[in-house]
């Protein structure tokens, strides 16, 4: 990755309520101020209607903040997002996911240990990633492990960071650093 294409944005670019809700952000993960939000922070209104969906989705979605996580990071691992991956990584430790959780997630459904619900959802990343769809028998095991509502949330949810992980390639966004 090379150099950011847009910069973080300051106070006074992003305002008050972004410049504190990176801090707290950053606080929370364990990092500086997120780069992510300061630099979608430059154009606010946009920022803001983003931060309120993307909320709805994670962490306030019906599914488990574990198995939001385990998705992202499928996607992350999928999109080869250092961004995402590394983020992701801390929070999917905090919703509980075990190392060898977080070491099995680029090996995707086939790996050994996940659960029939855990591999469906996995499957569904990869199908939606691979293929933009998906198809009868990945959405049988799907329905057979969530309601509706919840795989048109894991459809939301997976797409969004594919999106994000464009933006945040693209814009060649720089992880956060670890505070000391």
């Given amino acids: ?21 990176s801090k707290g952000a950053g606080r929370v993960a364990g990092t500086e101020p ?9 154009r606010r209104r946009m920022f803001h209607a983003w931060l309120l969906f ?18 992202i990071l499928r996607v992350a691992h999928l999109r080869d997002c250092r961004y995402e991956l590394q983020h992701h990584t801390r929070l999917g430790r905090r919703a509980g996911l075990t190392p060898t959780e977080l070491d099995r997630v680029p090996e995707g459904p086939a790996a050994e240990g996940w659960t029939p619900r855990e591999r469906a959802l996995l499957a569904a ?4 990633h691979e293929d933009k ?10 329905r057979a492990h ?12 997976a797409e969004h960071y594919q999106m994000l992980a464009t933006v945040i390639t693209a814009l060649r966004i720089q992880p956060d650093r670890p505070r000391r």
């Fill in 125 to 128: 990343v990869d199908a939606l």
């Fill in 54 to 71: 993307a909320g709805t989705l994670m962490p306030g979605g019906e599914l488990s903040r574990r198995e939001s996580e385990l998705v």
């Fill in 1 to 21: 990755m090379t150099a950011p294409r847009v910069r973080p944005g300051r106070r006074a670019e992003v305002g008050l309520f972004t410049h504190l809700f």
């Fill in 133 to 142: 769809d998906l198809d009868d028998a990945t959405w049988a095991k799907l």
């Fill in 146 to 157: 969530l309601t509706e509502p919840e795989c048109v949330e894991l459809c939301m949810l």
């Fill in 34 to 42: 997120l780069k992510l939000f300061l630099t979608l922070g430059r």
